[in-house]
């Protein structure tokens, strides 16, 4: 079956990065569509960046260009979220999620059929 297992989380200072991974299993990544969410507490979940790994088309909302960043290694199976920068706003569980024979790209999270069990950032001083 299709997994998927974030790492990369933790405490870190403001202005500080960091690289999340995502592993995926039982998929190849030419069949989906990879997309990073956020939640913190009380909120909604937040389409960070997601990426077509058979074409390289990414797409992310224009808030999220100057910092966040992703990237894959089909060879690994893995997607990447390089997030740069960070703020204490930040702060969340990061998910990272599948969306398997895609339509298109986008970040509607209903739209994607596996998700990661996430994985903590914590920007704090």
């Known amino acids: 079956q299709v997994q998927l297992a974030e790492s990369g989380g933790g405490l870190v200072q403001p202005g500080g990065s960091l690289r999340l991974s995502c592993v995926v299993s039982?998929?190849?990544?030419?069949?989906?569509?990879i997309g990073w969410f956020r939640q913190a507490p009380g909120k909604e979940r937040e389409g960070l960046s997601c990426?077509?790994?058979?074409?390289?088309?990414?797409y992310q909302p224009d808030s999220m260009k100057d910092r966040f960043a992703i990237f894959h290694d089909k060879a690994k199976n893995t997607v990447y979220l390089q997030i740069n920068s960070l703020k204490p706003e930040d702060t969340a569980v990061y998910y990272c999620?599948?969306?398997?024979?895609?339509?298109?790209?986008?970040?509607?999270?209903?739209?994607?059929?596996?998700w990661g069990q996430g994985t903590q950032v914590t920007v704090s001083s």
């Open positions: 999620a599948a969306e398997i024979r895609p339509v298109g790209i986008g970040l509607n999270p209903h739209l994607y059929d596996h």
């Open positions: 039982g998929v190849p990544l030419d069949y989906a569509t």
């Open positions: 990426i077509s790994s058979r074409d390289g088309t990414t």
